[in-house]
């Protein structure tokens, strides 16, 4: 009766994962064996445990292996570099030709296509070129006008700071009328007939009369005035 299929699946149990993995080791490197021989191919195996332990088999050629190593990795660093000379020379040429095409030289070998090309990558270059320009003006313009502001509303705070210092007002003065002076003397009315007075009821009786009514108190600057 033959042995079932074998599920592929990491045995939980320890000691039967080393008992399967000894068992699978030696019947893989016999496998390998009969391949060698029975084929004539050069076979290598190397397996590791999981503690680490080396387990290998080759066949005869494995010191020509070794031998050939050396000069295998010599060939490939000889090939990259001859590689990463090349690349660097085509980039080199191409840069060079770049440049004096940019520069407005060796045009002869252009196509028309390629002049067309080369113009329109020239006119797109000064666009960015004058936009980058454009903006650098603007913002020392905003800078130079930001620095101005501040230097303005700093001098005025500085002359608040004195004026308040000084004891100066914040407002100007009103005008005031000037102030009449406090002597003053009674002139006769100045209306129509004013001149002539009648004597009333009281002068004929012989008490004295009191003063009229029509007389005005004026400041002494005005009086000088009404005598002229």
């Not at 033959?2 to 490197?29: C, M, P």
């Not at 770049?98 to 060796?106: I, Q």
Request: with cysteine; net charge positive; proline share 5%.
């Amino acid at each position: 009766m033959g042995r079932g299929r074998v599920q592929l699946k990491r045995i939980e149990n320890k000691i039967s994962r080393q008992v399967t993995f000894s068992k699978r080791r030696s019947g893989l490197q016999k496998k390998a064996h009969e391949i060698s021989v029975l084929c004539d191919a050069d076979v290598a195996l190397i397996v590791f445990s999981t503690k680490g332990k080396l387990f290998e088999f080759s066949t005869d050629s494995r010191k020509n292996w070794c031998l050939e190593y050396p000069n295998l990795v010599a060939r490939v660093e000889l090939l990259q570099r001859n590689m990463r000379d090349s690349l660097c020379k085509q980039l080199n040429v191409q840069i060079h030709r770049l440049f004096w095409n940019y520069s407005g030289e060796n045009l002869d070998s252009l196509s028309s296509r390629e002049l067309h090309s080369l113009e329109q990558q020239l006119e797109s270059a000064l666009k960015r070129i004058r936009t980058r320009k454009e903006k650098s003006l603007q913002d020392q313009n905003n800078l130079l006008a930001k620095q101005l502001k501040e230097k303005e509303k700093q001098q005025t705070l500085e002359e608040q700071t004195q004026q308040e210092q000084e004891g100066l007002p914040q407002t100007q003065s009103t005008f005031r009328l000037p102030q009449p002076s406090p002597k003053l003397q009674r002139i006769p009315s100045l209306t129509i007939g004013a001149g002539s007075q009648h004597p009333t009821g009281d002068e004929e009786t012989g008490s004295p009369s009191r003063p009229s009514s029509s007389n005005t108190l004026i400041p002494p600057w005005l009086l000088s005035h009404v005598n002229r």
